[in-house]
């Protein structure tokens, strides 16, 4: 008990000080759980031979992943993305086969070794990216969304490449490998379809399909309403955990891939209502998993491998890299992938994957890789997992600023008419002024100085040009002598009140429109010059909280009526509060006064809702619902 104790407090240390130093130097948790692997492992020998135990046990943290990726996959969403995922993932792991395959047979490998080693090194790494994407935000990107889609094709991959191991079997190495033999055997006594004929086996997967489908949609919800009842939630958590561990084995006793499973039995969950809870009871399992799973890889590299065979090791490792990278780049260009979105695509799926560990050892059970050749090729499916933190680095400090600087040397475009109307940003809030101004007549201008932005809405026919709004020739040339409005709906805060004050003192005869992220943007942009400042917000907010009373019972009347004297009480009070701000130093803070001004008109907004302000005409009664 004691030594597991230890062995546990060794990994969390290790988690405990290198992931917040590498997050600290920018460097990513992912990486700095391979680090701290790496120094627990092989450097300073604090761990040892339960490591291989460890990892895969941690690889559970990957089934978990996928299912919560697929909560977040209603099936509509997985149907309309068949043609990306089938053609960039399709085609991504046909060319990466098919090119390392025959670079391996130019080492005088035989054909089937050298497919299985296509195979294996076709996978990238569905931990490692898309944790890194979930870190740095780049999920929602078009590079991120094309490698989720080429992840999730791999995924699926697994079964049928676990289904061709076998065929490429080496006669050469059945004795070579009897312990090994042994140890597949024991396994098949927990398959159901291990001894089975090749249709009975088909069938028994088949039915664990519709079974997993079927019964996550009809069975699924009495269950989590049955368990929710008891009011415990750690007995939901229970529950969510089973249903995930249970799915996982399920899956592995029929031969198929638990993470597939997981994944199929996510999506047929996203469109339940308790979606939420599941994902916030598997989430903290899933990142401690990860990060286990990240530290054992670390821990599992095996120094004495490394250098005796270390320029063959970075040779095949870099060659992995840069091959995968190539095939991905070419690809980018079929689909139309383009910028910097292609080299996030290329460069975050050009390592070996965690599933390269599953495959190698199961190729050596199945004798078609030997065990020296499978013990060379995993050490560099890890150091290129090692290595991809590094590639996401390379993206972020010198691809992306390359991309920033061309986007701002480009020369504006050149405007071609002049509208009553100037308009900076065509973004969601632009859009809808421009199309409605437009749509009523009024000739506009529209300007915005992300690129992407500008071509999006040509795409549509939105007429939109391509400059930086805060640039007076480029203003000059849009018209702003002669403009009677310029709008501001830009999503740079600062930019914002720099273009409100340079157009206000420039072109004073310019009515002012401006956008407002919050209350303290509210009062700069009035300080700059502002005519008209609109909080993004305010609006929908007072919509929706207008649908929350209705919902309660209140009278649809009244509800607008109570929106009217909000809007009113909060207009009757903005330059009281603005001009304490301003007394108070601005963009420093908000100071006590400004406090207290905030609080009295809350006390006042109270009175008037219910009723207790004497004397008010506005005075409401609840008995009005």
Same mark, same amino acid.
């Given at each position: ?17 290198m ?6 130097l920018g460097?990513?948790?992912v990486?700095?759980?391979?680090m701290a692997?790496?120094i ?6 604090l ?12 690889e559970?943290?990957v089934?978990?992943?996928?299912f919560?990726v ?7 969403? +997985?149907?309309?993305m ?5 053609g ?8 990466t086969t098919?090119?390392i ?10 054909w089937t070794?050298?497919l299985a080693?296509?195979l294996i ?5 569905t931990?490692i ?8 935000g ?7 969304r ?5 992840l ?14 076998p065929l490429l079997?080496?006669?050469e190495l059945q004795?070579?490998?009897t312990a090994l ?8 006594e ?11 086996a088909?069938?028994v ?7 997993l489908?079927v019964?996550?949609?009809?069975l ?10 008891t009011?415990l ?18 899956m592995?006793?029929?031969g198929?891939?638990?993470?597939l ?16 809870e +599941?994902?916030?009871?598997?989430e903290?399992f899933?990142g401690?998993? +990860?990060?286990?799973f990240?530290?054992t ?5 095996e ?5 005796e065979?270390l320029?063959?090791i ?5 060659t992995?890299i ?6 991905l780049w070419v690809?980018?260009?079929?689909f139309?992938v383009?910028?910097?979105?292609r ?6 799926l050009a390592?070996?994957g ?7 050892t199961?190729a ?11 013990q060379?090729l ?8 090692f290595?991809t933190?590094v590639?996401f680095?390379?993206?972020?400090k ?8 061309q ?6 475009d050149?405007?071609e ?7 900076a940003g ?6 809808i002024?421009?199309?409605? +101004? ?7 201008v529209?300007l915005?100085h992300?690129?992407?932005q500008?071509?999006r809405?040509?795409?549509v026919?939105?007429k ?5 709004a805060?640039?007076?020739?480029l203003l ?12 501001v709906?830009i999503?740079?805060k ?5 273009i ?8 004073p005869h310019?009515h002012?429109?401006?956008r ?6 509210h009062?700069e ?14 609006d929908?907010?007072l919509?929706?909280g207008?649908?929350?009373l ?7 009347i ?8 909000f809007t009113e009480v909060?207009k ?5 509060l603005y001009?304490s701000?301003k007394c108070?130093g601005g963009d420093?803070?908000?100071g006590e006064?400004y406090r207290?001004l ?8 109270l ?17 009005d619902k």
């Amino acid at each position: 008990m004691t030594a597991y104790l230890i062995q546990a407090f060794i990994y969390l240390c290790a988690a405990v000080v290198m992931v917040p130093l590498a997050k600290r130097l920018g460097l990513g948790s992912v990486l700095g759980y391979l680090m701290a692997g790496v120094i627990i492992g092989p450097i300073t020998g604090l761990v040892g031979q339960e490591t291989t135990t460890i990892q895969h046990f941690a690889e559970f943290g990957v089934v978990m992943m996928l299912f919560l990726v697929g909560l977040e996959l209603e099936p509509s969403v +997985l149907w309309k993305m068949r043609m990306r995922l089938l053609g960039l993932g399709g085609l991504q792991l046909l060319m990466t086969t098919v090119a390392i395959a025959g670079i391996a047979m130019l080492f005088e490998l035989g054909w089937t070794v050298a497919l299985a080693i296509g195979l294996i090194f076709s996978l990238s790494s569905t931990a490692i990216v898309l944790q890194t994407f979930n870190e740095k935000g780049l999920s929602k990107t078009e590079g991120g969304r094309s490698a989720f889609s080429v992840l999730l094709f791999q995924d699926i991959a697994v079964i049928p490449i676990l289904a061709l191991m076998p065929l490429l079997a080496l006669p050469e190495l059945q004795t070579s490998t009897t312990a090994l033999i042994g140890a597949a055997e024991h396994h098949d006594e927990l398959s159901l379809v291990a001894h089975l004929p090749s249709w009975a086996a088909a069938l028994v997967v088949l039915t664990a399909v519709v079974a997993l489908v079927v019964g996550g949609h009809y069975l699924s919800r009495p269950l989590f309403r049955y368990v929710a009842n008891t009011g415990l939630p750690e007995v939901f958590t229970a529950t969510a955990l089973m249903l995930v561990i249970g799915i996982a084995a399920l899956m592995s006793l029929v031969g198929l891939s638990p993470a597939l499973g997981t994944f199929l039995a996510g999506v047929v969950l996203a469109n339940s209502e308790f979606r939420h809870e +599941l994902e916030a009871d598997i989430e903290p399992f899933k990142g401690l998993l +990860l990060g286990l799973f990240f530290i054992t890889v670390g821990a599992g590299i095996e120094f004495s491998v490394f250098g005796e065979n270390l320029e063959l090791i970075l040779g095949l490792t870099f060659t992995l890299i840069v091959l995968k990278a190539v095939v991905l780049w070419v690809i980018t260009t079929i689909f139309e992938v383009r910028s910097s979105d292609r080299w996030l695509f290329a460069l975050s799926l050009a390592q070996a994957g965690e599933f390269g560990f599953v495959l190698l050892t199961y190729a050596v059970s199945q004798h078609v890789l030997p065990v020296s050749l499978a013990q060379l090729l995993s050490m560099v499916v890890a150091l290129s997992m090692f290595l991809t933190p590094v590639l996401f680095i390379f993206f972020e400090k010198v691809i992306q600023p390359r991309y920033r600087q061309q986007t701002a040397a480009r020369e504006p475009d050149e405007i071609e008419h002049q509208g009553t109307v100037i308009i900076a940003g065509i973004g969601r809030f632009g859009q809808i002024i421009n199309r409605l +101004l437009v749509a009523n007549g009024v000739s506009t201008v529209v300007l915005d100085h992300e690129i992407s932005q500008v071509e999006r809405m040509r795409s549509v026919n939105i007429k939109s040009y391509y400059g930086d709004a805060s640039r007076p020739d480029l203003l000059h040339t849009a018209g702003i002598e002669t403009a009677r409005m310029f709008v501001v709906a830009i999503d740079d805060k600062h930019r914002a009140v720099d273009i409100v004050k340079h157009v206000k003192q420039s072109h004073p005869h310019v009515h002012i429109l401006v956008r407002a992220f919050d209350r303290g943007h509210h009062y700069e942009l009035t300080s700059a010059g502002a005519d008209v400042v609109i909080s993004e917000t305010y609006d929908s907010a007072l919509h929706m909280g207008g649908e929350a009373l209705c919902t309660l019972g209140f009278d649809k009347i009244k509800v607008e009526k109570l929106k009217a004297h909000f809007t009113e009480v909060e207009k009757n009070h903005f330059d009281g509060l603005y001009n304490s701000w301003k007394c108070e130093g601005g963009d420093v803070g908000y100071g006590e006064h400004y406090r207290q001004l905030f609080m009295q008109m809350e006390k006042k907004l109270l009175d008037l809702m219910q009723g207790k302000l004497e004397g008010s005409s506005h005075s409401y009664d609840k008995d009005d619902k």
